[in-house]
């Protein structure tokens, strides 16, 4: 069954980058659109950021010019670099792929900015 093991988040100051990672198993990673999304304490999750098959991507407005997603067929593995992060990108941070978003979540990772 689909697996989505998301890593790489932590604590760093505002204006700092952090690289998350996303490792799929169970599915045919290549054929699939992935996201990543994020949720904010009392705040519905959102996206912020997809990439698809062929490597087209898009973003939310608030993100756009600061994260950039990519993916890595061969490795099963999609990625979110994030510059100038801010304290409103506080949050949870999860990938997943769009046919999986109502039956699917991993454990996330936690992503806080603050000095």
């Known amino acids: 069954q689909v697996q989505l093991v998301e890593s790489g988040g932590g604590l760093v100051q505002p204006g700092g980058s952090l690289t998350l990672s996303c490792t799929a198993s169970g599915i045919t990673f290549r054929i699939y659109t992935m996201g990543w999304y994020r949720q904010a304490p009392g705040k519905e999750r959102e996206l912020v950021a997809s990439i698809l098959r062929g490597g087209s991507t898009t973003y939310a407005d608030h993100v756009k010019g600061r994260f950039t997603i990519s993916r890595d067929n061969a490795k099963n593995m999609a990625y979110l670099q994030m510059n100038s992060l801010k304290p409103e990108d506080t949050a949870v941070y999860y990938c997943?792929?769009?046919?999986?978003?109502?039956?699917?979540w991993g454990q996330g990772t936690q992503v806080t900015v603050s000095s």
């Open positions: 997943n792929a769009p046919q999986y978003v109502n039956n699917y």
